[in-house]
């Protein structure tokens, strides 16, 4: 079975967070109300693809373990016979 592991740090330091947020509003109009996401850093090998049947999961420590099967999206939807 191939496996693709990583690990995320999600701490943040922060003192660099209001210099984060200055630079990125310093050109890009931000309305009040915005949430700052800042993506991802898991990202697989570029031969990696999930596939039916493998399962996706995460574990936060203080939290648990979420995990969902990859399915086909065209098994999603029931096919009529019109």
């Known amino acids: ?9 999600v701490s943040w330091p922060g003192e660099a967070f209001p210099e984060f ?3 990125l509003v310093r050109d890009n109009p931000v309305p009040v109300g915005s949430v700052l996401l800042t993506g991802t850093g898991l990202v697989p ?3 990696f693809t999930l596939r039916p049947g493998h ?3 995460i574990h936060v420590p203080e939290i648990g373990t979420l995990t ?4 086909c999206a065209g098994d999603l939807f ?3 016979s019109r």
């Open 45 to 47: 090998p570029d031969d």
């Open 55 to 57: 399962v996706v999961g």
């Open 68 to 71: 969902n099967p990859v399915v």
């Open 1 to 9: 079975m191939n496996v693709a592991r990583s690990t995320l740090l």
């Open 78 to 80: 029931v096919r009529s």
């Open 21 to 23: 947020v200055a630079w």
